[in-house]
């Protein structure tokens, strides 16, 4: 539901606005990391490319929501759930950036692959990317949605792309050994994985992010303090 | 008569109690003041509406929300100061100061309002100097030595951060004070008979910012030693100095609660729209 508008017009536009630049930011990221894991599989320089150069209106994307949150702190001096959205907003960037560099750094190591003849074992990163994928576009739909379960449903399942990482990085070791020779193309692989590993940290933490902005409880952690 | 003088410095209370509005489980506080039930009406106008909540001793307790919202009519009754105002009148309800009814008949009005002092929003130094505005509170109340007199206007202009501003000059008039000093010498005077608590109406509604950032840092150094309630209609003052906040609509407490609670995360809706500038 759409809260009511502020009494001042130029907070509601102040907010949207910030709001606007981490979706477009999102969408860019997503993009990005769309077309680095299809330079990969289609073995295309040029979607690799692409993804590499998309990075820097990401970057300057993720400036323009600090300079902007800032702006709204300072100006309007937010509270309650417009806190949260601003401090959200400002905690979400920075993952969706990281999120674009994994991309470059997939693309990087794709264009790398693509120089060989193709490996049968880059079939292991078909779920990998799945999963990585599925849990970014899920969390910034949590975000935006301000869906605190579906938040909750991503944060859940970063435990099985960890395992999906852990058991591919293991296979493809195994493989260096045994294949001396493609040695560079099973470490690429295995740097691939990593990223959509962290892909997944990333969302997690928007997850996380979202669950405050939306409910203003804190998750995090949550595993780790129950330990102690 | 009942001397307030001689009450319990405090009530212990059994929390939490029936409320209309949600309350926030406090940690073990003891409890100063009890609002219960509170119904409150100038004539045929009911401007307070079953009001209940519980104030903290030691703490800063802010009431915040719109114009004619019943905030300051409820901290005027803390202290009995609408019994100046014709047909004004508690209709229901009580107030417990220390455990002791405030409107019970017995009670000394005059020593109720010793025991609970009031900053108005405008500063109102009486047209003597800066040592009568203290001291003559002090005579009131029956003291009469120079020695004692003078030890108490020291107390209170430090405890009120005037006295290095002013003390070569105690003489002098306290109009001639800047607007922020004529304040705090308010608050010094409010001091001077020795409270348990003090109720501020926008206190530094008519200050720059300076002089209410020294305010506001008075109010977290006096908090030590006094409860205070403040009105303000400033939301990030609420935030920065009160420990609780309860939020009023229409005569009602919509929310009552730990200030942090309020402005990040409140339970009423009415209260989010508010604070976060929807309506008022």
């Known amino acids: 539901m759409t809260p009511p508008k502020h009494i001042l017009g130029t907070f509601d536009e102040a907010l949207s606005s910030l709001r606007n630049n981490v979706l477009m930011m999102a969408g860019l990221a997503e993009r990005t990391l769309d077309r680095a894991i299809k330079g990969l599989f289609q073995r295309d320089d040029n979607l690799c490319t692409t993804a590499i150069a998309d990075d820097e209106e990401i970057d300057q994307l993720e400036k323009q929501i600090d300079k902007d949150g800032v702006d709204v702190l300072l100006r309007f ?69 301000e869906d605190v379960d579906l938040a909750r449903d991503v944060v859940s399942r970063d435990n099985a792309l960890d395992k999906m990482n852990k058991t591919a990085s293991r296979r493809l070791t195994q493989r260096m050994a045994e294949d001396p020779e493609q040695l560079r193309g099973y470490l690429n692989l295995i740097f691939i994985s990593r990223c959509l590993e962290r892909v997944g940290d990333h969302a997690t933490n928007i997850g996380e992010d979202a669950v405050y902005a939306a409910a203003a409880e804190d998750i995090r952690h949550q595993t780790a303090a129950a330990a102690t | 008569m009942v001397s307030l003088i001689e009450m319990p410095q405090a009530l212990p209370q059994q929390l939490p109690r029936q409320n209309e509005c949600p ?207 403040i009105v303000t209609h400033n939301m990030q003052q609420a935030g920065r100095v009160s420990d609780h906040t309860g939020f009023f609509y229409l005569g009602k407490l919509i929310e009552f609660g730990p200030t942090t609670k309020i402005f990040t995360n409140p339970s009423e809706k009415r209260t989010e729209d508010y604070i976060t500038g929807r309506f008022g």
């Open chain 2, 23 to 229: 309350v926030e489980e406090t940690e073990e506080a003891t409890i100063m003041i009890d609002v219960r039930d509170l119904d409150f009406a100038y004539g045929s106008n009911k401007v307070l509406h079953n009001v209940s909540l519980d104030i903290p001793a030691q703490a800063v307790t802010a009431f915040i929300g719109p114009s004619g919202c019943g905030k300051t009519t409820l901290l005027r009754c803390i202290n009995r100061m609408n019994d100046l105002i014709e047909h004004a009148r508690v209709t229901g309800g009580a107030i417990h100061l220390g455990g002791v009814d405030i409107n019970a008949p017995e009670v000394d009005v005059v020593d109720l309002r010793r025991r609970v002092g009031m900053v108005f929003q405008k500063s109102n130094p009486f047209p003597k100097s800066i040592y009568e505005n203290i001291s003559y509170g002090l005579r009131i109340a029956g003291i009469n030595k120079r020695s004692q007199i003078d030890e108490a206007v020291e107390k209170s202009l430090r405890g009120a951060a005037l006295w290095d501003e002013v003390k070569d000059r105690l003489d002098e008039g306290a109009l001639g004070l800047s607007g922020g000093q004529q304040q705090r010498l308010c608050i010094a005077r409010a001091l001077a008979v020795e409270p348990d608590v003090v109720l501020m109406d926008e206190p530094c509604s008519a200050l720059d910012p300076i002089a209410t950032a020294k305010i506001e840092e008075l109010i977290h150094e006096l908090k030590m030693q006094y409860t205070i309630v």
């Open chain 1, 77 to 145: 001096q937010p509270v309650a759930s417009d806190l949260r959205r601003v401090v959200a907003a400002m905690k979400l960037s920075p993952n969706i950036e990281r999120v674009a560099d994994q991309a470059t750094n997939i693309a990087r190591r794709a264009r790398k692959l693509n120089k060989h003849s193709p490996l049968p074992e880059i079939e292991l990163m078909v779920p990998i990317q799945a999963h990585a994928m599925s849990m970014f576009k899920d969390a910034i739909d949590a975000f935006t949605r």
